[in-house]
């Protein structure tokens, strides 16, 4: 009779959304905030060394996916939740899914450092990435073959620059698809002729390009990002099942407080206010 009484709570714990586990918050999501959601974790369980922060990427899709099937309590996402998303959470478990930004972000292009090319418009950027434009000497560079990378589609980066950049146009067939950010980053470091995109605080040992609009040159910046100003600002979001109660609440309140926006900025991105 024990034995049985152990299996069935055995099996309704693991029933259990990842919210109903005492002492333990689970975050899942976007490669682009996994770093920040790392940092943040450390800080808050040296403060409250009774719960457990775990923290993991896979992109912001699967970290919306984990949420809506009960396997995080947090999803971390580089972009809005699309409606789809949130009428299945809504109906899943009956109440509207909480929204929380977090920082902010600007996606960047990234060139190799020896590029002569310093910007390009977002028309140029679509053009290169749906197949039009396929050398640099098309867009001012060399006169050499354009190596670029993207994020895969679960990606939530990938999805802005699918829906910002590219008008909702399917990126071409020759372009590379690379497992994270940092990915990215490293491919681009190494190969001269190369394009890829990500989060600004990942912008390391590349150049990070200008976005023309008219006349105007804008670099991705702090101020240009937090003004609006840069063309591919944006939110950095938390997704929950409902408005966050308990441990979860107080993580969320950690990291939007004045010490958690500190290491928004030690990170790399900026300031959700």
Not at 1 to 26: D, E, H, I, R, Y
Not at 95 to 113: E, I, L, M, N, W
Not at 172 to 193: D, F, R, W
Request: glycine fraction near 10%; avoid cysteine.
């Amino acid at each position: 009779m024990k034995s049985l009484l152990k299996l069935l709570l055995a099996v309704f714990l693991l029933a259990l959304p990842a919210a109903a586990q005492a002492g333990t918050v689970t975050i899942k999501g976007s490669d682009t905030m996994v770093i920040l959601g790392q940092r943040w974790a450390e800080a808050f369980m040296k403060k409250n060394p009774n719960i457990k922060v775990q923290v993991t990427g896979g992109g912001s899709g699967v970290g919306l996916a984990a949420l809506q099937n009960g396997t995080t309590d947090i999803a971390m996402s580089s972009r809005e939740m699309k409606k789809a998303e949130a009428d299945k959470l809504r109906a899943r478990y009956k109440a509207p899914p909480a929204q929380r930004s977090v920082a902010k972000d600007g996606v960047t292009f990234y060139v190799h450092q020896g590029n002569p090319v310093s910007a390009l418009t977002t028309e140029q950027l679509m053009k290169i990435y749906v197949g039009d434009i396929t050398s640099w000497k098309q867009v001012g560079g060399a006169d050499a073959p354009i190596v670029a990378y993207s994020r895969e589609n679960s990606s939530g980066t990938y999805v802005f620059v699918k829906d910002m950049v590219l008008d909702g146009e399917d990126f071409a067939p020759a372009i590379q698809t690379l497992p994270g950010t940092a990915a990215v980053v490293n491919a681009v470091s190494k190969e001269k002729n190369s394009l890829g995109y990500g989060g600004a605080a990942y912008a390391e040992g590349i150049k990070e390009l200008k976005v023309k609009k008219g006349n105007e040159e804008i670099a991705p910046s702090a101020d240009n990002i937090k003004s609006g100003k840069y063309p591919l600002a944006r939110d950095l979001f938390f997704y929950l099942r409902a408005e966050p109660t308990g441990d979860i609440k107080a993580f969320i309140d950690f990291a939007l407080s004045p010490e958690g926006q500190a290491i928004v900025t030690q990170v790399g991105y900026f300031l959700v206010k």
